[in-house]
């Protein structure tokens, strides 16, 4: 897996690009937490209202060697003029310009605990990296890519990851997964999981699960 051309940002590739991304998210994400309780200005209970704060209040607004773009279509297909997918963040660079397919992805899901919104985390989300529809909807150029679990209902975050991690061995198409690694967390505020997937046209591919908890500042009307 190569680096950016860019020195500012092989020098953050040497930490870990991915765990930089994931560290900006999680900042902001508290962030965000601060502000809707100190404003009364909850978050509505939907993915894209969720996600559109978040990029447009938070995630660009210091400089920074990424900017986070919303809703980008993925696989541009000749035969029907349509796009067969759309991201929910596109993460790019500089090299982004050199290279457009140099980027990383961040797949929104919205978690309560039910079984519904956990099969949709795999099925509408892990399996778009994978999943050919004559290929996957989402691209990996860089091999890593991010899943974000917005956690909306006051949940055993970790019980319920394991739960996900479970439901891959059953439900996931395109692809075979390892089990879930916990790599961080901050109380239980967060927690983060990396898996490792391995698809037959595509090769190895690993996603980091980021499961936040924004049950306190989830508004119901």
Same mark, same amino acid.
């Given at each position: ?5 860019? @020195?500012?940002? /092989? ?17 902001? +994400?508290?962030?965000? &937490?601060? %502000? ?5 200005? *909850? ?16 995630? /660009? ?33 500089? %090299? ?10 961040? @797949? ?5 605990? +039910?079984?519904?919104?956990?099969? /949709? ?17 989402? +691209?990996? =150029?860089? *091999? ?5 679990? =917005?956690?909306?209902?006051?949940? %055993? ?8 991690? &479970?439901?891959?061995?059953?439900? *996931?198409?395109?692809?075979?997964? +390892? ?6 967390? @901050? ?25 936040? %908890? ?8």
């Amino acid at each position: 897996m190569g680096g950016f051309k860019n @020195e500012t940002i /092989n020098s953050a590739f040497d930490i870990g690009i991915i765990n930089v991304i994931i560290a900006h998210l999680t900042k902001c +994400s508290k962030q965000m &937490k601060v %502000d809707c309780i100190a404003t009364d200005n *909850l978050l509505k209970n939907n993915e894209d209202a969720i996600t559109n704060r978040l990029i447009a209040v938070y995630l /660009n607004t210091e400089p920074g060697i990424f900017r986070y773009e919303p809703q980008s279509p993925e696989h541009y297909d000749r035969e029907t003029d349509h796009y067969i997918g759309r991201t929910d963040i596109k993460v790019i660079s500089g %090299d982004y310009f050199r290279d457009e397919k140099a980027y990383y992805i961040i @797949e929104c899901k919205r978690i309560d605990g +039910s079984i519904t919104l956990n099969q /949709n985390y795999i099925t509408k989300g892990v399996e778009r990296f994978f999943s050919p529809n004559p290929h996957p909807k989402y +691209s990996s =150029y860089y *091999l890593q890519n991010i899943m974000f679990g =917005y956690v909306v209902r006051a949940i %055993d975050i970790t019980e319920n990851a394991d739960k996900i991690d &479970k439901l891959q061995g059953s439900l *996931l198409k395109g692809a075979t997964a +390892s089990q879930f690694t916990l790599m961080q967390n @901050e109380n239980s505020q967060y927690y983060v999981y990396a898996c490792v997937y391995v698809a037959p046209d595509i090769g190895q591919i690993e996603l980091n699960h980021l499961f936040f %908890d924004f049950a306190d500042v989830i508004c119901e009307k």
